[in-house]
């Protein structure tokens, strides 16, 4: 079954950065729409940011605007999240995610990866 795997988290301090990779399996996921997802304990899983299958599409959330860049490798199967200037409120674990249409809603994925821990330090 095809998976998605998710590696690039750990622990850096405010202002700090990170690059977030996640991998396909194999070419199941061609045509997909990737996103990147963020969840803290005891809340609802919250949209970061998305991207089209050419790159020609792209969204992020209001809050990450200007710091976070979302990229894919459809060669290497794999989508890229560049976190720049982190915050403490960035804390979090980062899911990746494959859909069919652009959306912000977690329900409109299909499938997700095990998630990746991001701990920002003040």
């Known amino acids: 079954q095809a998976q998605l795997v998710e590696s690039g988290g750990g622990l850096v301090q405010a202002g700090g950065s990170l690059r977030l990779s996640c991998t396909a399996s194999?070419?199941?996921?061609?045509?997909?729409?990737m996103g990147w997802f963020s969840q803290t304990p005891g809340k609802e899983r919250e949209f970061v940011a998305s991207?089209?299958?050419?790159?020609?599409?792209?969204e992020y959330a209001d809050s990450v605007k200007g710091r976070f860049t979302i990229s894919r490798d459809n060669g290497k199967n794999t989508v890229y999240l560049q976190m720049n200037s982190l915050k403490p409120e960035d804390t979090a674990v980062y899911y990746c995610a494959a859909g069919i249409v652009r959306s912000k809603l977690p329900g409109m994925y299909k499938y997700w990866g095990q998630g990746t821990q991001v701990t920002v330090s003040s």
């Open positions: 991207i089209s299958w050419s790159g020609g599409s792209i």
């Open positions: 194999d070419s199941t996921f061609s045509g997909y729409r």
